[in-house]
C-alpha cells in the first residue's frame, strides 16, 4: 500500500487539535499499539499536537477499590462539564499489568458522565508491565490535552507503584479514602500521604457521616505532621468530607484545587514540576528503549537470564553482571567489551 503516513497523521492530528473526540480515541488507541510499525506513526502524532501547546489541568486520582471512585469521578465530571469544561477520565490499572483482566475497566461505569458530549472516558491500556501502562498514559494525557479538554483525571486504585506512577504525571493528586475506626489510619501508607494534596473521606452521608467527619479530623492532624512541601499554600494538603452520592463537597474540593492550582502557578512551582516531570519521563523512556532494545536480542536475553540467576545465588555481583549485559548494547556481542 503507497499512501504517505505523513499525510495521515497530519490530518489525524487536525482533527484531534479541532477536538474530534472519534479521532482522539483513534489516536490512544494508535499510541496503546505495541507495534514496532506504529511507533513512528505515533511519535510523529505526538510531536505535531505538542506544538499546540494546550495545557489542561490533569488531577490523579487513587483509593482502594469500593471507596467510591467511579461514583466520585462521575459526580464531579458532570459538575464540571455543567459548568462548561471538557472533563477526559483516563486510567491507570495495575491489575490489566499483571493479569491482563481489569478492576477498573471492566464494570459499566460511569454511564451518566460517559453520555455527555464535553467528556470523554478511556479505560486502562492492557500491557504486561505497569511501566508500558503509564507511558501509554502519558501520551493518552498528551493527546486529551490537544484536543482541547480542560480537566484531565487519571484514575489509579490504591495499590503498590501505580500511585507514584500517577502522582508523576498530575498536577495535582487526590485520595479517596473511606470513613473508618481510628486504627484505619495506618492502613494509608506514609508514601501516598506524602504525595496527596487532597484527601477526600468519601461516603460521609447518612450513618456513615459523622464516622467521615471524624475520619477526616483524623487525616488532617496526620497532614499536619508532615513537613512542609514546596509549592503548597497554607492548608494544604488538606483532609475533607465529601459524599459522591449526594454530591457534597465536590464544589467545595473544586474551589480548593483551583486555589492551590493558582497558587503553584503564581509561584512557578507549577511549571518547574512539569518540566521536572518531562525530563523523568524523558529518562524513563530511555531506559525503557534500552531494555526493549536488549531484549528484543535472543541472546542479550539469554544471558540476562542466566546472569541473573548467578546473580541470585551471590555467584556474580549485581553491577558488573549488568555491566556484561550492557556490552550488548555497543557490539552485540558480550565477549567483545
Ligand atoms: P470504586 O470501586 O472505587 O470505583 O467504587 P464505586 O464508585 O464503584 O462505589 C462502590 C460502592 O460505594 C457503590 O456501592 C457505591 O454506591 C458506594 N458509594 C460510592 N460513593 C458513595 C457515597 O458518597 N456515599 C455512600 N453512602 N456510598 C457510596
Known amino acids: ?10 490530518v489525524l492530528a487536525d482533527k484531534i487539535l479541532s477536538g474530534d473526540r472519534r479521532a482522539l480515541a483513534r489516536a ?21 499536537v505538542a506544538r ?12 482502594t477499590p469500593g471507596v467510591g471512585k467511579s461514583t466520585f469521578i462521575e459526580a464531579f465530571g458532570c459538575m464540571l462539564t455543567a459548568q462548561g469544561l471538557k472533563v477526559a477520565v483516563l486510567a491507570v490499572d495495575p491489575s490489566s499489568a499483571r493479569s491482563g483482566g481489569s478492576i477498573l475497566g471492566d464494570k459499566t461505569r460511569m ?35 490537544a484536543a482541547g479538554f480542560d480537566v484531565v483525571l487519571i484514575e489509579t486504585v490504591g495499590v503498590g507503584q501505580s500511585e507514584t506512577i ?6 495535582v493528586f487526590v485520595l479517596l479514602i473511606a470513613p473508618a475506626g481510628g486504627d484505619e489510619l ?45 509549592g503548597d499554600p497554607e492548608g494544604f494538603p488538606k483532609a475533607m468530607p465529601v459524599s459522591a452520592v449526594e454530591e457534597n463537597g465536590l464544589d467545595q474540593a473544586w474551589e480548593d484545587l483551583q486555589n492551590l492550582v493558582q497558587y503553584r502557578k503564581d509561584s512557578g512551582f507549577w511549571t518547574a514540576r512539569r518540566a521536572a516531570q518531562a525530563a523523568r519521563w524523558f529518562a524513563d523512556e530511555v531506559r525503557q528503549g534500552l531494555l526493549r ?29 549488568a555491566d556484561d549485559v550492557l556490552r550488548f548494547l555497543r557490539s552485540g556481542d558480550p565477549d567483545q567489551p
Open 1 to 10: 500500500m503507497f499512501r504517505a503516513m505523513t499525510n495521515d497523521m497530519a
Open 28 to 48: 490512544i488507541t494508535l499510541v496503546e499499539s505495541g507495534r514496532s510499525d506504529h511507533r513512528a506513526d505515533s511519535n510523529e502524532l505526538l510531536e505535531t
Open 52 to 63: 499546540s501547546s494546550r495545557q489542561a489541568l490533569r488531577i490523579g486520582l487513587s483509593g
Open 111 to 145: 454511564e451518566r458522565l460517559s453520555r455527555e458530549p464535553n467528556a470523554f472516558i478511556r479505560p486502562s491500556p492492557s500491557q504486561t508491565e505497569l511501566g508500558g501502562v503509564a507511558r501509554r498514559t502519558r501520551d493518552a494525557v498528551s493527546l486529551c490535552e
Open 166 to 171: 500517577v502522582a508523576d504525571m498530575s498536577d
Open 186 to 230: 495506618q492502613g494509608v501508607k506514609r508514601g501516598i500521604m506524602e504525595i496527596a494534596d487532597m484527601i477526600l473521606v468519601n461516603k460521609a452521608d447518612g450513618d456513615l457521616k459523622h464516622t467521615a467527619i471524624r475520619t477526616t479530623a483524623d487525616y488532617a492532624g496526620a497532614l499536619r505532621l508532615l513537613r512542609k512541601r514546596e
Open 293 to 321: 532494545k536488549l531484549q528484543s536480542d535472543p541472546r542479550a536475553e539469554a544471558a540476562m537470564a542466566e546472569l541473573a540467576e548467578e546473580v541470585a545465588k551471590g555467584i556474580r555481583a549485581p553491577g558488573a553482571a
